[in-house]
């Protein structure tokens, strides 16, 4: 058993001064560390570093490691020119391991302690397994062509059962829907089906591109080349509307959202969905910024991928919501930034983590402000603005850094 004693904890309910936490695996108690001491006399104590704060573990709901080796290989500024440079570069950039365990390192040193892996190839799949993070899986399903999606499919259900077998308490199967103009709504339908039967989380890239919406609404615009060019079909195989309804009864973490309109985010609110919003994947690839301040549905703050975007460190992405969002109080915006890589990523998840809870998994990311704070109130701001990397991290009760 340890106990960690810190100024300041990060609670579901706020900060919480001058407390201590007793856990193994799992968080056992918070209370004053006398009280925990007297209590658990035979726990490791850690005092840590004055200005300390102890955040639950950090939880980023979407990257795809397989792209880990970009840097300066895909075509950034418009999504469609970026989607060809995917398609042709692929191969080369998939298959590189040593880039992906960097990037679960880099993710872990910024202080995730879970994330969501959407997998295209499962070429992904032993770095997550090994890697010391929690990783919920999402296999990905891909394919509009009614002649080869058989094939397509039969190739996704081979990379469920691999991880399916592979599936422990710290790599959860998953599926990955990869969005409404590359997937045909038969498949759709049997992928939720099996979601459902297995109980997986699924997620969605959603509206993303002025390129997608236009392409779904209106037939047109920079995607109807694509599809010439490479299925030789000039209309798109669903409808929002229509591809929105498959999801009616099943909660899906939907990434981007860019382009959705006040009626769609409507059916997201009604259908219990959540949003992923990956800042700088979004402005690379030339999409609008989500209107976080008109979304009443929960949100998660996440990398994306290296395909489209310089890091994998949390701190990046949190600074660079905090400088796009316009707000009147940004305090409040950073507080519920840090809420969003916590507790709310791990509701809409389904994992025992990201909150600093009695039974909730041990993991811990410990920031270290340069000063100490004037006014507590202002601490999710000084973290997201004074910290690179966190100073220490924990995942099941055992430090990783
Ligand atoms: C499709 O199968 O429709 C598709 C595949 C890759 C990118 C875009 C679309
Ligand atoms: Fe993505």
Redesign the pocket.
Known sequence: MKILTAPYIFTPLGFKENQAIVFDKKIIEIGTHQTLEKKYPNAIVTTLPKNSVIYPGFINT?V?LEFSSNKTTLNYGAFVPWLESIIANREVLANNSKAMQEGCKEMLHSGITTFGA?SSYGLDLDVCRTSPQRVVFFNECIGSNPEIIEVLFNDFLLRVDTCESAKSDMLIPAIAIHSPYALHPNIIKKCIALAKERNYPISA?FLESPAEKEWLTAHSGPFKKFFENFLGVSKPVTTIEQFLSHFKDTPTHF?HACEASYDELLILQEGSHSIGHCPRSNKLLGCKRLEIENIQIPWTLAT??KSSNWSLNIFDELRAALMLHPTDDIKELAYRLMGSITHQAADILGVSCGKIKPDMSADFAIVTLPKAPQNPADIALWTILHTNNATQVYIQGERYV
Do not use: A, C, E, L
């Open positions: 979407h795809h959407v890239h990434i994306d991928g």
